[in-house]
């Protein structure tokens, strides 16, 4: 039984909980997506436990816990926690409270409200001064540190080491590249670098009002070729949600794109009328001629077992990932170990897929390494299955509810189902007939190669390097 509890940031951040009876032999913490277990200790009144407060995931160093809330076992029963006062480290925040350990970002309470976010937001915008040699990368929202601005910052680190680069996060659990220094979303130093770096490159909305000061410029990247209806092509698109989306995009000076069908929808979709490049998709570089032994490693995977990669795009009508088939079943009638990854909308909101051979990557750093390993993917109408067919490798697509996504939900800029490079399946029988039939790459080719010619002739793992010498060639940073 637990007695006390209480958080120690003398160190390092630690939950330090006692108790009375025997020594238990696992103390846990588990939330959605990390888990962290120590030994207790005897003592001369019961035991104690020193919990780090954070964890490493795919061979990765040990970094602070992800945001959201965590129950306490001791040898596998939940135990409840006394509240008290809100405490704020310099790596995360913590608070004991309602049974749980609600953990979140290290932003001061004074700050972390509407009123705290306005006052930062008119300091940096009103702050005197000109613009710092620096670029400020941000990806879905912070929730991760990767897809092109990643590639873009390992491009830029190698060519122009000296430039400052910073990297939006929701809190320091998320990893950043080498040399790059984390500023935590809402922080005096999130809005201080977002306001004064020379250079932003971001793979979706500014949000948080962004007003572009004298000598910045945005590059956005995006996210993917476009599959599913954007912005001012969606279906019943109310009028201040379309006055958004132009206000949005007269935020960039330049629009990348994967391929000239990505250009033109993008510019229609948001009205976009800056510079656009259409040179490739820098993420994919890896995905020519990369080797994917490094990530089997860091997830455990032997290098004879076959990886079916499941990535379903996310749904504008539920939070979490889809759930229209049992991932390790799969696993059991393909014979395969299967990665689970949810879109990064899914990340805070869902928990991770568990089973026998099922490992869920979601809170992967990035989605890239899991395409090189994955030697078939599986998805619904997710952009990633534009970027998969650089690898050549066999893809099937998991549509159960076509019919509503593509006339309720949201619709598509063409027709999958006459030009899919891999076959369209609704159930999980079919699933897994198409996962095993070895003759169905060989009936999709003239497909397959007809997709690539369209989606992926510039993908030719030289897209970096094309965008970081144009940034630098027209002065969007200086060398």
């Not at 620096?134 to 540190?145: D, K, Q, T």
């Not at 279906?235 to 995009?249: D, I, T, Y």
């Not at 990035?366 to 998969?388: E, G, H, K, N, Q």
Request: aromatic share 8%; hydrophobic share 40%; charged share 25%.
């Amino acid at each position: 039984m637990i007695t006390t509890a209480h958080v120690d940031g003398a160190d390092d951040a630690a939950l330090v909980v006692a108790g009375t009876g025997p020594a238990p032999a696992d103390v846990s913490l588990t939330g959605p997506r990390a888990h962290v277990t120590q030994t207790a200790v005897a003592d001369e009144t019961g035991w104690h436990c020193r919990m780090p407060l954070r964890a490493a995931r795919w061979g990765g160093p040990p970094l602070p816990l992800p945001t959201g809330d965590y129950r306490l076992t001791v040898d596998g029963v939940v135990q409840g926690v006394r509240a008290q006062a809100t405490v704020v480290l310099p790596t995360l925040r913590v608070r004991l409270t309602d049974g749980l350990v609600r953990v979140g970002p290290p932003i001061d309470p004074a700050y972390d409200s509407g009123e705290g976010q306005d006052a930062l937001e008119r300091r940096y915008a009103t702050r005197p001064g000109g613009v710092e040699n620096a670029v400020f990368f941000e990806a879905f929202y912070g929730r991760i540190a990767g897809c092109n601005p990643l590639a873009i910052d390992r491009e830029l680190a190698r060519v122009a080491p000296g430039i400052t680069r910073y990297w939006s996060v929701v809190d320091l659990s998320v990893p950043v590249p080498e040399g790059a220094i984390a500023v935590v979303d809402g922080t005096p130093e999130w809005w201080r670098a977002r306001g004064t770096a020379r250079l932003l490159v971001v793979n979706d909305w500014l949000r948080r009002r962004f007003a572009r000061r004298a000598g910045q410029r945005v590059l956005q990247t995006w996210h993917g070729t476009p599959l599913k209806r954007l912005a001012l092509h969606r279906p019943g698109f109310a009028l201040r949600r379309r006055v958004a989306v132009v206000r949005e995009s007269r935020r960039w000076d330049v629009l990348l794109a994967q391929n000239p069908y990505a250009a033109r929808i993008l510019r229609s979709a948001y009205g976009f009328g800056g510079s656009l490049w259409v040179e490739g998709y820098p993420r994919n570089d890896l995905l020519v001629g990369g080797d994917g032994a490094h990530t089997r490693r860091a997830l455990g995977i032997d290098p004879a077992d076959r990886v079916v990669l499941y990535a379903p795009t996310w749904r504008d009508d539920r939070e979490e990932i889809v759930d229209f088939f049992d991932p390790a079943r799969l696993a059991e009638r393909t014979g395969a170990v299967v990665l689970v990854r949810g879109h990064t909308r899914t990340l805070a909101p869902g928990h991770d897929a568990a089973g026998a051979r099922v490992i869920d990557v979601t809170a992967y750093p990035d989605i890239t390494p899991l395409l090189l390993v994955a030697d078939a993917l599986v998805t619904d109408y997710s952009s990633v299955m534009f970027d998969f067919t650089v690898t050549g490798k066999p893809l099937v697509l998991f549509t159960p509810d076509l019919a509503h996504y593509r006339g309720e939900l949201r619709g598509f800029s063409f027709d999958l189902a006459a030009h899919a490079p891999g076959p369209l399946t609704t159930t999980e029988d079919e699933l897994v007939a198409a996962l095993t039939d070895a003759d169905a790459p060989q009936r999709y080719a003239d497909r397959y190669a007809r997709w690539q010619a369209r989606f992926n002739s510039r993908d030719d793992g030289r897209a970096a390097e094309r965008v970081v010498a144009r940034i630098l060639d027209q002065g969007l940073v200086e060398r």
